[in-house]
């Protein structure tokens, strides 16, 4: 395919033949030339968002879901920086999106032109890779690099920066393009020899974990980390990033693990003797204090990125390659194993971890004054909606709820902002997912204060005809920060509250929810009261030609147990306030 075109035209062209779908974004000065070609596309929607940050979000969701590679444009300067958040929460949670940039024209860089910002540099340390481009020619083969870079190894965000009169000229576009990519050659297969070595200790083991993090998602890896479980009878803990990696109907799930997990993974991992982490990168979120975390365990670690083996925990087997292929191996190495006669009973692990998951289940009490209870909210959310939908949190109490308290079945159906925890995400990247996934149903279980970061890209759902349900968790303040400045800074609650407490006595809310939604263009409903939440998310579930946006007002001081405070071992884990598991106890 060969054309003479401008450089703004390759660009389109190029995302064209790449297969882009839907690119989320916002028009300006120095990214125009870029818009009036891809006004006349008619395989590439473009979807106008109410912020860059919403656009950068909604990539990330639609990328999340599908697992396809994202897509969001912006101008040059303010525009460009708005992707600042949202590319460092894709960057930290290995998203595959590419950011596409206007810039000023060649001659006013280096210059201070008029929103003239140095995007590549201010996004080095939060991309995969990023590029610069003055030169027309060299445009559709870029944007090629960008979504290869992007989408294979360790998925992560790619940002190509374009200047405005390198769009503007004329080039011949070429298709397809080489990639001129020195040095870049991700390992997708594992070592055999370490696969051995590894399978040889899980048959040894006595307390084996699987630790699954996200890169088992992105692997699509599921249906072998099944097998491979079933296969060693071996305990799993899925991460905040892992969850519908694993069934939680499961007998073999134990939940998941970490400074809000259940006491039954967190304890497997400290006293497991093994423990295989597959695509998990050994977080403080999951190792609490790192010297004190799984002391009596050896460490097979597998991952696609070497960079991330022993960079936390040393390991004592270290495996380069990608979930998909290194557990597909292990399985094989296992039954060869098993075929030798070697096999260890695990009857005496199960029956202590049983022990641990029956005393010390996750659960909640219900308010004494009578007031909604937020985990019972979510819980409810859950069973009627199903696990067949895609589920997606801001950051906060909320997301650890909706960890903790709906039944994930399968992957890609929960979506959240992990290791950047980054306030205002569910609701743009739940346009995104409805975006990429439009027969299937998308709820963004959120709070309050996460809401109102963001919640101006309901315009944008309500004119694209996206119908995305928001279910806020209105408890009136910050609450997760309300909850550490409760146990940790003798309840001085400085400046979490979010509710104004003389409009509360007037019985006016600020905002209003309801009356957002629907200036909005949304559906608004309200519930304050337990008999309610049934009906009320009925009555959203059967709207599907309209955003939905429930104002669920819960009780502001319930909090989020189990949980190890930060800093400390994951030995000292709290199941209730003060109240600690009796590990000597259960273990004699």
Same mark, same amino acid.
């Given at each position: 395919?060969? /054309?003479?075109?401008?450089?703004?035209?390759?660009?389109?062209m190029?995302?064209?033949?790449?297969?882009?779908?839907?690119?989320?974004?916002?028009?300006?000065? *120095?990214?125009?030339?870029?818009?009036?070609?891809?006004?006349?596309? %008619?395989?590439?929607?473009?979807?106008?968002?109410?912020?860059?940050?919403?656009?950068?979000?909604?990539?990330?969701?639609?990328a999340?879901?599908?697992?396809?590679?994202?897509v969001?444009?912006?101008?040059?300067?303010p525009?460009?920086?708005?992707?600042?958040?949202?590319?460092?929460?894709? =960057?930290?949670?290995?998203?595959?999106?590419?950011?596409?940039?206007?810039?000023?024209?060649?001659?006013?860089?280096?210059?201070d032109?008029?929103?003239e910002?140095?995007?590549?540099?201010?996004?080095?340390?939060?991309?995969?890779?990023n590029?610069?481009?003055?030169?027309?020619?060299?445009?559709a083969?870029?944007i090629?690099?960008?979504?290869?870079?992007?989408?294979?190894?360790?998925?992560?965000?790619?940002?190509?920066?374009i200047?405005?009169?390198?769009?503007?000229?004329m080039?011949?576009?070429?298709?397809?393009?080489?990639? %001129?990519?020195?040095?870049?050659?991700?390992?997708t297969r594992p070592?055999?020899?370490?696969? $051995?070595?590894?399978?040889?200790?899980?048959?040894?083991?006595k307390?084996?974990?699987?630790?699954?993090?996200?890169?088992?998602?992105?692997a699509?890896?599921?249906?072998?980390?099944?097998?491979? *479980?079933?296969?060693?009878?071996?305990?799993?803990?899925?991460t905040?990033?892992?969850?519908?990696?694993?069934?939680?109907?499961?007998?073999?799930?134990?939940?998941m693990?970490?400074?809000?997990?259940?006491?039954?993974?967190?304890?497997?991992?400290? $006293?497991?003797?093994?423990?295989?982490?597959?695509?998990?990168?050994?977080?403080?979120?999951?190792?609490?204090?790192?010297?004190?975390?799984?002391?009596?365990?050896?460490?097979?670690?597998?991952?696609i990125?070497p !960079?991330?083996?022993?960079?936390?925990? $040393?390991a004592?087997?270290?495996?380069?390659?990608?979930?998909?292929?290194?557990i597909?191996?292990?399985?094989?190495?296992?039954?060869?194993?098993?075929?030798?006669?070697?096999?260890?009973?695990?009857?005496?692990?199960?029956?202590?971890?049983?022990?641990?998951r029956?005393? =010390?289940?996750?659960?909640?009490?219900?308010? @004494?004054?009578?007031?909604?209870?937020?985990?019972?909210?979510?819980?409810?959310?859950?069973?009627?909606?199903?696990?067949?939908?895609?589920?997606l949190a801001?950051?906060?109490?909320? #997301?650890?709820?909706?960890?903790q308290?709906?039944?994930?079945?399968?992957?890609r159906?929960?979506?959240?902002?992990?290791? !950047? +925890?980054?306030?205002?995400?569910?609701?743009? /990247?739940?346009? +995104?997912?409805?975006?990429g996934m439009?027969?299937?149903?998308?709820?963004a279980?959120?709070?309050?204060?996460?809401?109102?970061?963001?919640?101006?890209?309901?315009?944008?759902?309500?004119?694209?005809?996206?119908?995305?349900?928001?279910?806020?968790i209105?408890?009136?303040?910050?609450?997760?920060?309300? #909850?550490?400045?409760?146990?940790?800074?003798?309840?001085?609650?400085?400046?979490?509250?979010?509710?104004?407490?003389?409009?509360?006595?007037?019985?006016?809310?600020?905002?209003?929810?309801?009356?957002?939604?629907?200036?909005?263009?949304?559906?608004?409903?309200?519930?304050e009261?337990?008999?309610?939440? %049934?009906?009320?998310?009925?009555?959203?579930? *059967?709207?599907?030609?309209?955003?939905?946006?429930?104002?669920?007002?819960?009780?502001?001081?319930?909090?989020?147990?189990?949980?190890? *405070?930060?800093g400390?071992s994951? @030995?000292?884990?709290?199941?209730?306030?003060?109240?600690?598991?009796d590990?000597e106890?259960?273990?004699?």
């Amino acid at each position: 395919m060969k /054309a003479r075109v401008t450089g703004a035209q390759a660009l389109v062209m190029a995302m064209e033949q790449i297969g882009v779908e839907v690119v989320f974004g916002i028009p300006g000065g *120095a990214v125009l030339p870029a818009y009036d070609p891809l006004l006349d596309s %008619d395989k590439i929607r473009h979807i106008l968002v109410r912020h860059e940050q919403g656009a950068g979000h909604a990539a990330t969701g639609y990328a999340q879901a599908t697992g396809r590679v994202g897509v969001c444009m912006a101008t040059s300067g303010p525009g460009a920086t708005n992707l600042v958040t949202p590319l460092s929460d894709a =960057y930290m949670d290995s998203v595959p999106v590419v950011a596409i940039t206007g810039q000023v024209s060649t001659s006013l860089i280096g210059t201070d032109g008029f929103q003239e910002a140095d995007i590549s540099g201010i996004t080095l340390p939060i991309t995969k890779h990023n590029f610069l481009v003055t030169k027309p020619e060299d445009i559709a083969r870029t944007i090629a690099e960008a979504f290869h870079l992007a989408g294979t190894g360790r998925p992560g965000p790619v940002l190509v920066d374009i200047a405005k009169d390198a769009m503007q000229a004329m080039t011949e576009f070429t298709w397809p393009v080489q990639y %001129d990519l020195p040095g870049y050659h991700p390992v997708t297969r594992p070592h055999s020899r370490q696969v $051995r070595e590894a399978a040889r200790m899980i048959t040894d083991a006595k307390k084996p974990v699987l630790y699954v993090g996200g890169g088992v998602i992105k692997a699509d890896a599921a249906a072998e980390l099944k097998e491979l *479980a079933e296969l060693t009878r071996t305990p799993v803990v899925t991460t905040l990033m892992a969850r519908g990696a694993f069934p939680d109907s499961h007998p073999q799930h134990l939940g998941m693990p970490g400074m809000h997990g259940t006491v039954a993974a967190v304890g497997a991992l400290q $006293r497991a003797d093994l423990i295989v982490a597959l695509g998990a990168r050994f977080d403080d979120r999951v190792t609490g204090k790192l010297d004190t975390f799984a002391p009596d365990a050896l460490i097979v670690h597998a991952d696609i990125d070497p !960079a991330e083996i022993s960079k936390n925990r $040393r390991a004592d087997v270290p495996i380069v390659g990608d979930c998909k292929e290194v557990i597909a191996e292990l399985i094989t190495a296992v039954q060869a194993e098993h075929a030798h006669g070697r096999e260890t009973d695990h009857a005496e692990w199960w029956a202590q971890l049983n022990q641990w998951r029956s005393k =010390y289940p996750l659960g909640y009490t219900d308010p @004494d004054d009578g007031s909604l209870a937020p985990q019972y909210v979510i819980e409810r959310i859950g069973k009627l909606v199903g696990p067949d939908a895609v589920y997606l949190a801001g950051v906060g109490q909320h #997301q650890m709820w909706a960890a903790q308290f709906i039944d994930y079945e399968n992957p890609r159906t929960w979506i959240n902002s992990g290791g !950047a +925890g980054t306030m205002g995400f569910a609701v743009p /990247a739940a346009l +995104g997912a409805k975006v990429g996934m439009p027969d299937t149903q998308v709820w963004a279980i959120d709070g309050d204060g996460c809401f109102q970061m963001t919640n101006q890209e309901l315009a944008t759902c309500v004119i694209e005809g996206i119908p995305v349900k928001i279910a806020i968790i209105n408890n009136g303040s910050l609450g997760m920060v309300r #909850q550490w400045q409760t146990l940790f800074y003798n309840e001085r609650y400085s400046n979490t509250n979010l509710g104004d407490k003389k409009a509360e006595v007037a019985g006016t809310r600020v905002p209003d929810f309801v009356k957002l939604a629907e200036a909005y263009g949304c559906i608004g409903l309200r519930c304050e009261k337990k008999d309610d939440v %049934d009906a009320i998310i009925e009555q959203a579930m *059967a709207i599907n030609d309209q955003p939905v946006v429930i104002d669920f007002v819960v009780h502001k001081d319930a909090m989020v147990w189990p949980m190890v *405070a930060a800093g400390t071992s994951n @030995d000292d884990i709290k199941f209730a306030r003060g109240i600690a598991p009796d590990w000597e106890a259960m273990e004699e």
